[in-house]
């Protein structure tokens, strides 16, 4: 079978320049790769918080850290700080990493749960290293020292995105990928098979190909208009379907962590740059103008804005078809989920090592296609239940959104989750969730969701014991803290100069 010889990859936002870099990487010289985009068009330009499974996609294209911290205006996160979501009033971290360690074979959350029914333990916040430090604005890497706490910690980036898009075209132009500035006009197709034959360009550029890559972000060019893939609205469970970005004045020191707070129809975001701190009002049109968002944004920054305030509109979903014939969607074609849990450079990434792994002849053998569409729909379908738990699980917001999202149906795969931890405190994954166990139980307990019993398999443990170690942990964690250096000086040391 003929091997695939060209690929078009259509965008040139975070998702064309990260498949670009990441595909010229994998294939080397033995696949040319154009890439068409269009500067009248433009990026979404937005996206400048991640998760850590980022770590996978600088490795496969041999990123140095230290000059991407550089060139993007980079900081560190170690999770997400959640304000007034539970209830007014109120604040928790989803920390990256894990919740303290495993007592031999029963897992640190069952044993928390032990200790809490056995008479009170400290809080779950106790047992993270990496809530600790955010709250102190102190970081540190994980030690690959199983033995040590730091071998507990996680992290990612919070970045600028046009700089990440424009880092990342050089790299990928710097291994041969040829860029193409220019609209789309004609979509070739065969006739006999329907595959993409060639895309032309408004300027008559005419790029062949035998694999079609559709990063055209929110417009789906070629896998929604031209291949008809349907779009599974899931705004009925994340109603907020809009946005208004604008960056301010960075903050005398850089916080190692994301901030969302609750406001009446949505929630803000707050990601801190070395050179500024960008911030975001995501809501739904249903419940507030977007003259009332914007006001509400302008009324809550650290500082003075620095430039005019962006506005997005989107839509909660996805296509469940995001690889149809020889098209594969990545990025804002395939769907979108609301940045709360800053999932979308993820889900470019996980498209991306998908698509690699499952890597077609240039027949595209449908069978490769199912497999790429049901491993992907399985990330939306579990992600999605994650997002709408943040949103149902609220007490005290009277606004009607809130109002909305804590009495909705919910689906039958969360309402089952939810309803395990409580009965049992069993957190009920399969094994290639995106979000683990310590994430559920950050964000479940978190929302004040309880959980009634613990695994029978922690009674195993003496209670005395087991509150002992316990103890221990916290007062670890406690004690290494403060030893740990600031966030600003951590990113000082590593790009060689004071952050501004
Ligand atoms: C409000 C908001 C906040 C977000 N925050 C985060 C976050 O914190 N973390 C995170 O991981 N993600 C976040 N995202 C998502 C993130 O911004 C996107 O996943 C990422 O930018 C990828 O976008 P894209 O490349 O798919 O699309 P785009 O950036 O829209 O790029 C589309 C490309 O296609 C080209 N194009 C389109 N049509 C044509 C045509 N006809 N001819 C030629 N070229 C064409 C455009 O020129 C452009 O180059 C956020 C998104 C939104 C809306």
């Known amino acids: 079978m003929a091997r695939i010889e060209r690929l078009v990859i259509l965008g040139g936002g ?12 994998t294939l080397g010289p033995t696949v040319a790769i154009d890439l068409l985009e269009s500067d ?32 993007t205006k980079a900081s560190f996160k170690l999770g997400i700080e959640f304000v007034d979501w539970a209830r007014p009033g109120h604040r928790y971290f989803h920390p990256f990493g894990r919740y303290g360690v495993d007592f031999g074979h029963v897992p640190f959350h069952q044993c928390w749960l032990k200790g809490a029914s056995d008479g009170g333990t400290a809080p779950l916040s106790a047992f993270s290293l990496a809530t600790q ?15 040590s706490i730091l071998s507990t910690l996680g992290y ?52 062949a190909g035998d694999l079609f890559i559709d990063c055209s972000g929110f417009r789906s060019v ?24 604008v960056p301010c004045v960075r903050a005398a020191e850089t916080t190692p962590f994301t901030r969302s707070t609750v406001r009446s129809a949505g929630w803000q975001w707050r990601i801190p740059l070395q050179h500024r701190t960008g911030n975001g009002y995501v809501y739904s049109s249903s419940f507030i103008s977007d003259d ?46 609301e940045p709360l849990e800053s999932t979308s450079i993820h889900l470019i990434q996980s498209g991306i090592a998908k698509l690699i792994a499952l890597f077609p002849n240039s027949d595209c053998d449908p069978a490769l296609a199912r497999q790429f ?16 738990l943040h949103y149902h699980a609220t007490k005290g917001h009277t606004a009607p959104l809130w109002e909305y999202t804590r009495t909705m149906t919910l689906p039958d795969s969360l309402i089952e989750k939810e309803a395990q931890y409580r009965r049992s405190g069993r957190l009920m994954l399969s094994s290639d969730a995106l979000f683990r166990e310590a994430s559920w139980l950050a964000v479940l307990n978190g929302q004040g969701i309880v959980a009634a019993d613990h695994s029978p398999i922690a009674d195993t443990l003496d209670a005395a014991a087991n509150r002992h170690q316990l103890d221990q942990l916290a007062a670890i964690i406690a004690r290494a803290a403060p030893t740990l250096p600031k966030h600003d000086a951590v990113i000082a040391a590593l790009i060689g100069r004071a952050v501004a």
């Not at 975070?14 to 990487?25: E, I, P, Q």
């Not at 709250?135 to 199983?146: E, G, H, T």
């Not at 070629?222 to 970005?245: M, Q, T, Y």
Request: glycine share 10%.
């Open 373 to 388: 569409n049901d491993l992907f729909g399985r990330d939306m379908d579990d992600i999605k239940d994650f997002l709408i």
């Open 40 to 71: 009248a068009i433009g990026t979404v330009g937005v996206g400048e918080a991640t998760i850590p499974t980022i770590h996978w996609f600088n490795d496969l294209i041999g990123l140095d850290e230290a000059e991407f911290v550089r060139a």
């Open 156 to 207: 990612a980036y919070h970045f600028d995105a046009s700089l990440y898009a424009a880092h990342l075209r050089g790299l990928a132009e710097a291994s041969g990928v040829v860029r193409h500035e220019g609209q789309l006009g004609l979509v070739e197709r065969d006739p006999a098979t329907g595959f993409v034959t060639a895309l032309t360009t408004d300027r008559g550029k005419r790029l």
């Open 222 to 245: 070629l896998i929604g208009d031209e291949l008809g893939a349907k779009f599974e609205d899931w705004s009925h469970w994340l109603p907020c379907d809009r946005a208004v970005a």
């Open 133 to 147: 430090l955010a709250a102190a604005n102190r970081f540190a890497k994980p030690s690959s020292d199983p033995g």
């Open 292 to 337: 009332e968002a914007v006001a509400t944004l302008l009324a809550n920054l650290d500082g003075e804005a620095l430039a005019e305030p962006r506005q997005l509109r989107f839509k909660a979903g996805f296509r469940r078809e995001t690889w149809v014939k020889n098209v594969v969607a990545i990025g804002l074609s395939s769907g979108f989920l």
């Open 14 to 25: 975070t998702a064309g320049w990260m498949t670009a870099t990441a595909l010229s990487k």
